[in-house]
């Protein structure tokens, strides 16, 4: 069965840190290209990094230098390290294949960035 469970959200000053952690239960996880997108209200999932299944990574470039998207293979991990948050990374963050596998999106972590 196919599981995203995403944690790690919460409200943070900007130029804070958090670090979002996405437990995957996801046949062939090894080899699958995983990415993290977000919600924000009034607008459509976007994708923001994703990472191959021999790490390479990608961003948009909104988040180039601010966010790192890593995976861990052993534990069917993938983690999104976002330093220098800015009010506009506010939405929820969601994790998913990439291509993203639609009937089975997570129910997300909310990130606020706010003083």
């Known amino acids: 069965q196919v599981q995203f469970v995403e944690s790690g959200g919460g409200l943070v000053q900007p130029g804070g840190s958090l670090r979002l952690s996405c437990a995957a239960s996801?046949?062939?996880?090894?080899?699958?290209?995983l990415g993290w997108y977000r919600q924000a209200p009034g607008k459509q999932r976007e994708l923001v990094a994703h990472?191959?299944?021999?790490?390479?990574?990608n961003y948009t470039d909104s988040v180039k230098g601010r966010f790192t998207i890593s995976r861990d293979n052993a534990k069917n991990m993938v983690y999104l390290q976002m330093n220098s948050l800015k009010p506009e990374d506010t939405a929820v963050y969601y994790c998913?294949?990439?291509?993203?596998?639609?009937?089975?999106w997570g129910q997300g972590t909310q990130v606020t960035v706010s003083s």
């Open positions: 996801l046949s062939f996880f090894r080899i699958s290209t």
């Open positions: 998913n294949r990439n291509p993203p596998i639609i009937q089975y």
């Open positions: 990472i191959t299944g021999n790490s390479i990574t």
